[in-house]
């Protein structure tokens, strides 16, 4: 397979992959929820003021009983599996992520990162196996044909 082929098989794989999930779901907890399913994901700014939303909401009173109980799962390590519970606590985890008080899921970092995002990940890999790819066959190209 040319190194053309494989280019041209991974641009439209990674295209494609970027349409998955794309559909949103409406969230029970939150029916406005903003939808980020697909990339390019707005700015930070925009999903920060987006999910200031959230906190409206719901109110003040529920989001602080809600943190208490996301920090505690925070302490215990399980904040995963916290989140992943139920909708509302998703809902919690990403506000207070968007707001640096809470930590990726994916990293423990509480800095927002784009990066953590699944289909970031999955382009990352795909990337760096098309290179290693593209690599092997250049050189292989040059053993072909004499070059060095």
Known sequence: MSAAAVWAFLSVFIVSISGVGAACVESPD???RPCYDTSPFPPFGEQKAAWQGYY???GA????IKKLEMDESIKAG???AWA????GNFNVWRYYYLNGQAPSLQTGN???NVWDSPYFQAAVVVS???AIYLTMDLRRAKRIHGKR
């Open 30 to 32: 939150w029916p406005g």
């Open 84 to 87: 992943s519970e139920s909708d």
């Open 110 to 112: 509480y800095k927002y």
């Open 61 to 64: 009173v529920w989001m602080g």
């Open 56 to 58: 409206e909401y719901k």
């Open 128 to 130: 760096a196996a098309a």
């Open 78 to 80: 399980e904040v995963s």
